[in-house]
């Protein structure tokens, strides 16, 4: 399932880097997928409803159960 996860996620990013952001894969742990946004996204106000609504949505079509947590940096 992770290089489902990893190719999926590659097919998202590109609507990320269109907008000057990008996501970078810090783990998956079993279901959980954590991502950290960087560039524009990383400080965007919308940067939850993209984790949620459209990076994890789209990861759930490989698997209902999968979900998506934002790592900050420390």
Known sequence: ?????????EVLRTGLQADGGD???????GK??????VGHCGSCPFAMMTIKQGIEVGLQ???PEITVERVMEA
């Open 1 to 9: 399932m992770e290089e489902k996860i990893k190719a999926k996620l």
């Open 32 to 37: 959980v997928v954590y991502l950290k946004l």
């Open 61 to 63: 079509e490989i698997d």
């Open 23 to 29: 996501l970078e894969l810090v783990k998956i742990e």
